[in-house]
C-alpha cells in the first residue's frame, strides 16, 4: 500500500517470538432472557495490566483492565446495554458497523460524564459479521482507543455450522485486535510518543493485548476474526510461507464465496474474516502470520494434532449483490478528503458539532463519492468510515471493486488521487459521523455529519 508509511522514518516493531499464549477475551453473552431487562452491562474503567512480565501498565478497558470482552449478539435480538462510564474523563460508547438509532450510536454527542450512565437499546437488524465498539468522544477518541478501549461484537453466524465453517469460539473461531503501541522507560503506554506524521504508529505489537503472542491450533481449519484496532498503522496480512488462505467475510458480513487470497491489507477499523486450513500446510514449516507492511511477525502458530474431517469450505455462503439500479444512482454526496497530522479536512472543513453536514432521507439508497485530494507530499491512504450504515462498493476509479469487497463494508481505504463510490442505504434515523479511522485524523476534525430524517 502507497502513503507516508513507506519512508524511512518507519519504526521497526520488535519481532514477535511467540513466547505467551494468545489472551481470547471473554465472550459476553446476554445475561437475561427477559426484553425488559438491563441484558448487557459495559463499563469503561482505569485498570493495570502485565503486558511485561513483572511490571504493571496503566491501562483502559471494558469490564476488566485491559480492551473488552466479545459481545455476542444475535440477529433479531432486542439488545439493552447499560453503558457505565468509571473513567476520569468523558467518553462515550459507539457500536462500529451496527445500524442503530442515531441516539444509539454513541458519537461525540452522546459523551457520558465520569460516573454518568445510559441505558441504550436497539434491535439487531444486521446479518452476521465482526463489528467493535469503542469511545468516540469529541477530540479524545485516539487516546482512549490506544489506552485500550476497544472490543470485538460478534453477531452470531447461525448458518456456520450449516455451512460447515468452523465456528468454535476460542478454538477454531479466534477474534483478533491488532494493535501497534508505543511504551516508555517505565512500560507505560506513552500516546504522545507514538505519534509521527502519519497519527500514532507505534513500535510494539500487541495481539488483543498479548505481547509475543502465538497461537496453539489443534484443528484442521481456522477461522481468524481480523479487526486492525489500530489507530493509524495499515497491516498487510500474510503466512510466512507464502500459503493461501481464503477470505470468508469482510466489515459486515459473508462474502458471496470464499475468496482465496495471498495477503489482505486492512487499514484501521476494517475487519476481515479468514480461514486457514492448516492440514494443506506444511507442518514442519514455522507457520506464522506477518504484516508485509514490515515484515515484522504478528502470530507465530504452533501446530499440534490435527484432528477434525477433511471438507471442503462452501461455495456459497451469501446473497450479496449490487442491483443495476444501485449502479445507475447519480452521485448525491460527494467527500473530499484531505491532507494529513492537523492538516485534515473533509470537503475543505473541520468538524464542527454544530454544522450538518448532509442530510439523507431514511430508507433511501445514495451514492457517495468519496476522493482522496492529494497534497505536495503526495498524501496517505484514508480509511474512510460512516457511522449507522453497512454499505456497498460500487467502484474505485470506475472499475470494479476487488472480489473481497463485493460485501457489506462500513470502512474503506481510499489512495491518495482515487475515487471510491458506495451505495449508502440508513434503516434509523439520527445523527451520523462520517470520518477517517486514522484517529489522530478523526481527532483533528476529518469528520462531518449526516442527518438521516
Ligand atoms: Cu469506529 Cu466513528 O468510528
Ligand atoms: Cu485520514
Not at 482505569?46 to 476488566?64: C, R, S, W
Not at 452470531?156 to 503501541?181: A, H, M, R, T, V
Amino acid at each position: 500500500m502507497e502513503g507516508h508509511m513507506d519512508h524511512d522514518e518507519e519504526p521497526n516493531l520488535t519481532d514477535s517470538t511467540g513466547e505467551n499464549e494468545l489472551e481470547i477475551p471473554a465472550a459476553l453473552g446476554s445475561e437475561s432472557d427477559k426484553e425488559d431487562e438491563v441484558a448487557y452491562t459495559v463499563r469503561a474503567q482505569k485498570g493495570e495490566t502485565e503486558i511485561f512480565d513483572g511490571t504493571k501498565t496503566k491501562t483502559l478497558g471494558y469490564n476488566g483492565d485491559f480492551l473488552g470482552p466479545v459481545l455476542r449478539f444475535n440477529k433479531g435480538d432486542k439488545v439493552k446495554i447499560k453503558t457505565i462510564n468509571d473513567l476520569d474523563e468523558e467518553t462515550t460508547f459507539h457500536w462500529h458497523g451496527l445500524e442503530v438509532p442515531g441516539e444509539a450510536d454513541g458519537g461525540p454527542h452522546e459523551s457520558l460524564k465520569p460516573g454518568e450512565e445510559k441505558v441504550i437499546e436497539f434491535e439487531v437488524t444486521q446479518e452476521a459479521s465482526t463489528l467493535w465498539f469503542h469511545p468516540h468522544p469529541d477530540g479524545e477518541t485516539a487516546e482512549q482507543v490506544y489506552n485500550g478501549l476497544a472490543g470485538l461484537i460478534y453477531i452470531e453466524d447461525n448458518n456456520s455450522e450449516d455451512l460447515g465453517l468452523p465456528d468454535k469460539y476460542g478454538e477454531n473461531d479466534i477474534p483478533l485486535i491488532f494493535q501497534d503501541k508505543t511504551f516508555d522507560d517505565e512500560k507505560q503506554l506513552n500516546y504522545s510518543a507514538a505519534m509521527n506524521e502519519d497519527g500514532t504508529v507505534g513500535d510494539t505489537s500487541l495481539i488483543n493485548g498479548t505481547l509475543n503472542p502465538k497461537l496453539t491450533v489443534n484443528q484442521e481449519k481456522v477461522r481468524l476474526r481480523l479487526l486492525n484496532g489500530s489507530n493509524a498503522r495499515n497491516y498487510t496480512f500474510k503466512l510466512n510461507t507464502g500459503d493461501s488462505f481464503e477470505q470468508i467475510a469482510t466489515d459486515g458480513g459473508m462474502l458471496n464465496e470464499p475468496e482465496k487470497l495471498n495477503e489482505i491489507t486492512l487499514t484501521p477499523s476494517e475487519r476481515a474474516e479468514i480461514v486457514i486450513d492448516f492440514s494443506q500446510l506444511d507442518a514442519e514449516d514455522e507457520l506464522a502470520l506477518i504484516n508485509d507492511e514490515d515484515g515484522s511477525t504478528l502470530l507465530p502458530f504452533e501446530v499440534s494434532d490435527q484432528k477434525g474431517e477433511d471438507s471442503d469450505l462452501p461455495d456459497k455462503m451469501n446473497d450479496f449483490s449490487i442491483t443495476d439500479e444501485e449502479k445507475n444512482l447519480p452521485v448525491a454526496k460527494k467527500v473530499e478528503l484531505y491532507g494529513m497530522m492537523d492538516k485534515v479536512t473533509i470537503n475543505g472543513k473541520k468538524f464542527d458539532p454544530d454544522r450538518i453536514d448532509f442530510t439523507q432521507e431514511q430508507g433511501d439508497t445514495e451514492v457517495w463519492e468519496i476522493y482522496n485530494k492529494p497534497d505536495e507530499m503526495g498524501g496517505m491512504v484514508h480509511p474512510f468510515h460512516i457511522h449507522g450504515a453497512q454499505y456497498k462498493v460500487l467502484s474505485r476509479d470506475g472499475e470494479e471493486p476487488p472480489k473481497n469487497e463485493q460485501g457489506w463494508k462500513d470502512t474503506i481505504s481510499v489512495e491518495p488521487d482515487e475515487t471510491v463510490k458506495v451505495a449508502v442505504q440508513f434503516k434509523e434515523k439520527g445523527v451520523y459521523m462520517f470520518h477517517c479511522h486514522n484517529l489522530e485524523h478523526e481527532d483533528n476534525g476529518m469528520m462531518g455529519q449526516v442527518k438521516v430524517e
